[in-house]
């Protein structure tokens, strides 16, 4: 197991369109291991392979992180196949430093996905679940959550951003 390190916006990596993944072996059972042990320590509840800089159709989340068990989900060319009802909420993510934004999803999806060994499976997911999934999937696309919100927003936000890297820099 390894802990990766998780690539930030603006990274053109982000931007990339994750390639759907074909081979179903050990490498990819390591990479899905490794993502989970990246995004617990992070932590974060998601993560898509492009932000570890593998543009690969892989995602890896946990949301019963309350709980206190180690319990993910890794969902692999996952596709939102149904979308239905829209919810505004606060999202942040570990590839876009010190912000969080209120972004509007669907709160009931169908998804299908594929398993680690390649079987096709599908399932319906609501609220703060659907949510994190919207998200991740977003990233397998190249988008990230600040391409969501107004630009008004966005430039705000860029700003912000080039103030804390010059900060850091110095
Ligand atoms: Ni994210």
């Keep these: 197991m390894a802990i990766l390190t998780i690539l930030t916006f603006p990274h053109p990596i982000l931007r990339r369109k994750a390639e759907q993944v074909t081979r179903f072996d050990d490498e990819l059972k390591q990479l899905a291991a490794d993502m989970a042990e990246t995004m617990y ?33 890794v969902l692999v060319n996952p596709v939102i196949t149904n979308g239905e009802g829209c919810e505004v909420d606060e999202e942040g993510c570990l590839s876009v430093l010190e912000y ?29 679940f659907a949510r994190i999934i919207q ?36």
């Design 41 to 73: 320590e992070a932590p974060g509840v998601g993560l898509a392979a492009n932000q570890i800089g593998v543009p690969r159709q892989l995602i890896v989340i946990d949301i019963s992180r309350e709980e206190g068990e180690k319990k993910y989900f």
């Design 100 to 128: 969080t934004a209120k972004v509007k999803r669907f709160t009931k999806i169908h998804v299908t996905a594929q398993e680690l060994d390649g079987k096709t499976f599908g399932f319906d997911a609501e609220d703060r």
């Design 135 to 170: 998200h991740e999937i977003d990233h397998l696309h190249g988008k990230l959550f600040i391409d969501r919100i107004s630009s008004l927003k966005r430039n705000l936000y860029k700003k912000k951003l080039k103030k804390i890297l010059r900060s850091e820099a110095a």
